[in-house]
């Protein structure tokens, strides 16, 4: 983080803000600044290889009774700062012993800072969840929050590509009218959903996944519908999604399938992260991606990833995202190297 966002930081706090910040390296990077001392902690280490298995909640805090099982690698690569309260308090210590999270309210303003990343926890039984968790720091960190997640996206006429104007998209028991740009926007619970969407001039369309509605997360789906013909069969229709991997876990490569809309397709690629959310490499869908055996209409395609980096080094074994990007549409997995 440059010294300017780390003035803003401090600046914000000053003025009584409340903060989380989480990064395997908070303090080996910010040790000694402004910004890291107003934490209530301490840096001990960089955790060189050591990997870190479990974290364990502190009795008498906010994370009480609560234990989670924690994958973020042993590679050096992966690792994760010791860290010690000083006028903070200590929420998490790994299975070694070792201080991982502080929380810190003593000068006015409210702090959370953790060298492990949150979305390395796997959640189990009973509260031991990663949302359960957030609801706890940001009760601590005293924020209003939401807990919805939200869909949105554009109907476009499978023709022209222009937008489609009042037409009706339903998710699960919700509607809303797109409006004079084609868009459409929700923000729903946590759950499974079905989408759906009717116009009097169109064939009507079912998208034909799953919508999967995460608490404070954004979903981007746009699609096409077509005009009516007539015909007794509706045409398939085509639409922007990240499909899956297979095989998965994989090792050494695994075939990524995706569709793609006519609009989408120009500037469309699949970008791979590690668990630190760095790039590992971007796949060029214009000269590498084939239609998929997966699907049985010509907007599907498939990608091979062969566990190399951008220098076409192999990659360590792990956990990898691989994201689907066009324009405004993002779509998100998980897949497993194992070797």
Known sequence: MNSENQQYIVNYLNTGGALYIESPDIGMNHDGTEMFSMFGATYTGNGGNYEVNTLNGQAGTITEDLAFTYNGGSDSHYSIDHLAPTSGTLLFESQEGVDRIIASDYRGYRTIISSTILG????????????????QYLS??????????????????????????????????????????????????????????????????????????????????????????????DPILPVTALHGNYPNPFNPSTTISFSLTAKDAKNAKIEIYN?????????????????????????????IWNGTDEND????????????????FEQTKKMILLK
Not at 120 to 126: L, Q, R, S, V, W
Not at 278 to 302: C, H, M, N, R, W
Not at 313 to 328: H, I, M, W
């Open 140 to 233: 601590y960190l005293d924020v209003d929050y939401v807990t919805d997640g939200t869909i949105c996206g554009t109907v476009l006429d499978g023709n022209s590509l222009e937008p489609v104007i009042d037409a009706v998209v339903t998710v699960g028991e919700f509607t809303e009218a797109t409006d004079e740009n084609g868009f459409y926007s929700f923000s729903l619970p946590e759950g499974i959903y079905q989408l759906s969407c009717q116009h009097e001039d169109y064939n009507d369309f079912t998208y034909p996944e799953d919508v999967v509605i995460i608490p404070c997360e954004t979903t981007v789906i746009n699609f096409e519908i077509t005009l009516l013909s007539g015909t007794e069969e």
């Open 313 to 328: 080094q192999p990659v360590s074994s792990g956990v990898y995202f691989y994201k689907l990007k066009s324009g405004n």
């Open 120 to 135: 390395c926890y796997f959640n189990d039984t009973g509260n031991n969840t990663k949302q359960f968790l957030m609801e």
């Open 275 to 303: 668990l630190k959310g760095q790039k590992v490499k971007t796949l060029d869908i214009l000269e590498s991606a084939s239609p998929s055996p997966f699907f049985a209409d010509e907007v599907g395609y498939s990608i």
